[in-house]
């Protein structure tokens, strides 16, 4: 089982990027994948998440009508649209499969990705 994130970089406050994560290996179509952010000395934070059989998401209410999440479930991909990037949205993003339980919480899920660094500056 393998993540790959990618799609970070440097933008402008106000500016949009987008991420992806794409899965590899086993299928996990009875769940959904997570995206989660960190910032050095911090706790690793939900940001969003996909449920893969039925679409429903959820967000973070500091990302919510600014961050979308969506999958490509033929291309195994789950991506994270941002718009309206602030500074204190600069972190590393990471996507993680869920496992089930609660979406918002990070111990409910495993095979994490390598993170992509997103830098907004001011």
């Known amino acids: 089982v393998q993540l790959q994130a990618s799609g970070g970089g440097l933008v402008q406050a106000g500016g949009s990027l987008r991420l992806s994560c794409e899965a590899s290996g086993r299928t996990f179509r009875r769940y959904g994948m997570g995206w989660f952010r960190q910032t050095p000395g911090k706790e690793r934070e939900f940001v969003a998440a996909?449920?893969?059989?039925?679409?429903?998401?959820y967000y973070a209410d500091s990302v919510q009508g600014r961050f979308t999440v969506s999958s490509d479930n033929a291309k195994n991909t789950t991506y994270l649209q941002m718009n309206s990037l602030k500074p204190e949205d600069t972190a590393v993003y990471y996507c993680?499969?869920?496992?089930?339980?609660?979406?918002?919480?990070?111990?409910?899920?495993?095979?994490w990705g390598q993170g992509t660094q997103v830098t907004v500056s001011s």
């Open positions: 996909i449920n893969w059989s039925v679409g429903s998401t």
């Open positions: 993680a499969v869920f496992r089930g339980g609660n979406w918002y919480s990070k111990y409910n899920y495993n095979y």
